[in-house]
């Protein structure tokens, strides 16, 4: 008996760290070169709901950069800068969600995208949670979903901080 459960914990053991050392593989390291840069983004609104008016169509700038195991995401049009966490990496592939507070409101922007050299194309959904001033409850929650396409307009690896 004492055998058997000797060869458990040891099998679970192994299990556990092999599980540790997968969890330990940088998905940044994962990302393909060509996502680094500065791109120019072209945002069509395709649904949404809720009571907030979300704008229609959007251009924007994005220079996607990294500082060690940290993405940044900034924009030069409106001022707008903020780290993402990446959340999935497969090929050419990627999601990273952004969240931002603001006064009472939280903003969580989850972008979807399929890379192709100096293109990409996916959607950006957006969901805005608004929050009592008194207890923090949750008011409303507001969404929107994008149709991205984004043209590369520099970056190298360099840039890249690697």
Do not use: C, H
Not at 55 to 65: A, E, Y
Not at 114 to 139: A, M, P, Q, V
Not at 140 to 148: E, G, M, Q, R, S
Request: aromatic share 8%.
């Amino acid at each position: 008996m004492k055998k058997l459960l000797l060869v458990l914990l040891i099998l679970i053991g192994i299990s556990v760290q092999a599980e540790t050392l997968q969890a330990g593989v940088s998905k940044i390291d994962m990302l393909p070169d060509d996502f680094f840069g500065n791109w120019r983004v072209v945002a069509k609104i395709d649904k949404q709901s809720g009571s907030t008016n979300f704008k229609p169509n959007t251009i924007d700038l994005w220079n996607l950069s990294r500082n060690g195991d940290v993405i940044n995401l900034n924009n030069p049009f409106t001022g707008a800068s903020a780290s993402v966490k990446l959340d999935y990496v497969e090929g050419n592939i990627i999601r990273f969600t952004k969240v931002g507070d603001y006064d009472n409101k939280k903003l969580t922007d989850t972008v979807d995208l399929k890379l192709n050299g100096d293109t990409f194309t996916g959607i950006n959904s957006l969901k805005l949670e608004t929050f009592s001033t008194y207890d923090n409850s949750l008011i409303k929650t507001d969404t929107a979903l994008y149709i991205l396409k984004g043209e590369k307009i520099s970056g190298s690896l360099e840039e890249k901080g690697k």
